[in-house]
T-cell receptor, first 115, second 108 residues
Framework: EAGVAQSPRYKIIEKRQSVAFWCNPISGHATLYWYQQILGQGPKLLIQFQNNGVVDDSQLPKDRFSAERLKGVDSTLKIQPAKLEDSAVYLC?????????????FGSGTRLTVV | QQPVQSPQAVILREGEDAVINCSSSKALYSVHWYRQKHGEAPVFLMILLKGGEQKGHEKISASFNEKKQQSSLYLTASQLSYSGTYFCGTEIGYKLSFGAGTTVTVRA
């Protein structure tokens, strides 16, 4: 089966600019996650979708980050305006069924550098 | 709530064994283990759901204690391909939180 697709792979922007990341999960995976991984740390959950509804966004900095999952398939994560501390790898993952004995499948991630 | 992993790093020679520990202050629904190689995405290794469960594939295995608050990952007779950063993920409610990771370096 095809994996989780993410684009772009790399992005360099100046602070205060905006940026968007795209994710296409594995077909049929109802649950989609966005994680932020800062260099040398474990992934940190930003937002979790079940189909096109938000399950958890408690750690999403809502003043600058937004995410949507239209039609319960693709998802977009946006940062506006970006700060230097947003430099990280943004990982998208999907899973099915919800909370089961299957693990997460991660995409290759988008490496964001804010200068 | 982020789990605590130990050690932070371990260096092995091929054929040696290692144990990575993961603990939580609360009872968990499950524990996941992932391996991430430099510049790549984390790859799922295994999930443990039941207290007292042990699971393994070839020479990498894991256990989940009876109280479901601690898990250990065992690398047996390590190979060069085992190098990478290992993360445990602990599931409470619907949220999976990752530890800070354990970097494993296997040398010839």
């Amino acid at each position: 089966e095809a994996g989780v697709a993410q684009s772009p792979r790399y992005k360099i922007i100046e602070k205060r600019q905006s940026v968007a990341f795209w994710c296409n999960p594995i077909s049929g995976h109802a649950t989609l996650y966005w994680y932020q991984q800062i260099l040398g740390q474990g992934p940190k959950l930003l937002i979790q979708f079940q189909n096109n509804g938000v399950v958890d966004d408690s750690q999403l900095p809502k003043d600058r980050f937004s995410a949507e999952r239209l039609k319960g398939v693709d998802s977009t994560l946006k940062i506006q305006p970006a700060k230097l501390e947003d430099s990280a790898v943004y990982l998208c993952a999907s899973r099915t069924p919800f909370q089961s004995n299957y693990g997460y499948t991660f995409g290759s991630g988008t490496r964001l550098t804010v200068v | 709530q982020q789990p605590v992993q130990s050690p932070q790093a371990v260096i092995l020679r091929e054929g040696e064994d290692a144990v990575i520990n993961c603990s939580s202050s609360k009872a968990l629904y499950s524990v996941h283990w992932y391996r991430q190689k430099h510049g790549e995405a984390p790859v799922f290794l295994m999930i443990l759901l039941k207290g007292g469960e042990q699971k393994g594939h070839e020479k990498i295995s894991a256990s989940f204690n009876e109280k479901k608050q601690q898990s250990s990952l065992y690398l047996t007779a390590s190979q060069l391909s085992y190098s990478g950063t290992y993360f445990c993920g602990t599931e409470i409610g619907y949220k999976l939180s990752f530890g800070a990771g354990t970097t494993v370096t296997v040398r010839a």
